[in-house]
T-cell receptor
Framework: DAGVIQSPRHEVTEMGQEVTLRCKPI?????LFWYRQTMMRGLELLIY????????DSGMPEDRFSAKMPNASFSTLKIQPSEPRDSAVYFC????????????FGPGTRLLVL | AQSVTQLDSHVSVSEGTPVLLRCNYS??????LFWYVQHPNKGLQLLLK??????LVKGINGFEAEFKKSETSFHLTKPSAHMSDAAEYFC????????????FGTGTRLKVLA
């Protein structure tokens, strides 16, 4: 398997623009997680899905952030409008229920909002 | 509730000497515990995991960890450090509730001196 795939790998945008991050989980995995990593706050769980359904979005910073999972092989994290404080590395991870819950991480998207 | 504490934010060792990265956990149930490594500008890679089988867990790249219930510890060790081991290491406990959420430690940055 190719592992978790994220795109783009790098994104530079201006404040106020819409940003869309994409994730393809490992085939057959039924859990998908979105994380944000910054120097100040470390790794934060933003939202996670089970069988394409959002289970816990309590980590989503504010209404500017939204996430969808229209099918088992694709998820998006959208920021609209973006702000400089959203600059971070965003990771997607997937796991398989009934196993040990091991999460496999994608390479991340490095976002810079100017 | 589950929690995890990494006792050192930075560790420096000389190449060829042993590595010890310390992690204590708190869990009301038998936990699943993980160590991940993150090299600069990379994603998180699974090093090893404990899931109530053998208490001494062997991982990739010569790392191993021992689960000690009496000490609530899961320290990561390697007999001989290599320059390529320089990275940030995260200890993780998996939330026991079927949700498969992770609780991350704050990370230990390992520096390997030539």
């Amino acid at each position: 398997d190719a592992g978790v795939i994220q795109s783009p790998r790098h994104e530079v945008t201006e404040m106020g623009q819409e940003v869309t991050l994409r994730c393809k989980p490992i085939s057959g995995h039924d859990y998908l997680f979105w994380y944000r990593q910054t120097m100040m706050r470390g790794l934060e769980l933003l939202i996670y899905f089970n069988n394409n359904v959002p289970i816990d979005d309590s980590g989503m910073p504010e209404d500017r952030f939204s996430a969808k999972m229209p099918n088992a092989s694709f998820s998006t994290l959208k920021i609209q409008p973006s702000e400089p404080r959203d600059s971070a590395v965003y990771f997607c991870a997937s796991s398989l229920s009934g196993s040990t819950g091991t999460q496999y991480f994608g390479p991340g998207t490095r976002l810079l909002v100017l | 509730a589950q929690s995890v504490t990494q006792l050192d934010s930075h560790v420096s060792v000389s190449e060829g000497t042993p590595v010890l990265l310390r992690c204590n956990y708190s869990s009301s149930y038998s936990p699943s515990l993980f160590w991940y490594v993150q090299h600069p500008n990379k994603g998180l890679q699974l090093l090893l995991k404990y899931t109530s089988a053998a208490t001494l867990v062997k991982g990739i790249n010569g790392f191993e960890a021992e689960f000690k219930k009496s000490e609530t510890s899961f320290h990561l060790t390697k007999p001989s450090a290599h320059m390529s081991d320089a990275a940030e290491y995260f200890c993780v406990v998996s939330v026991v509730s079927g949700t498969y959420k992770y609780i991350f430690g704050t990370g230990t940055r390992l520096k390997v001196l030539a």
